[in-house]
C-alpha cells in the first residue's frame, strides 16, 4: 500500500486542486467535469496522473 504523508501529502493536495481547476474551465460537459472531479477526490493519485495524460483541459490561451 501506498504511505502518503507529511510534505508528499501537501504536494499531491497542491496537484489535485490545480486538477480539479482545470478540470472546472475545461469545455468540458458539466457531466464529464463531475466524473473526472470525482475520480480525482476518490482516487487522489491515480486520478491526478490519468488527468495529466488524458483529461480536459482548460482554456489556456484565453484572456
Known sequence: ???????GALILL????WAIVS????????GKKVLWV???L???LIGFLVWLF???RGNRGAV
Do not use: E, N, R, Y
Open 42 to 44: 476518490l482516487l487522489p
Open 1 to 7: 500500500m501506498l504511505d502518503v504523508s507529511g510534505l
Open 23 to 30: 478540470v472546472l474551465q475545461s469545455p468540458a460537459t458539466t
Open 54 to 56: 488524458a483529461g480536459p
Open 38 to 40: 470525482l475520480f480525482i
Open 14 to 17: 497542491v496537484l489535485d486542486v
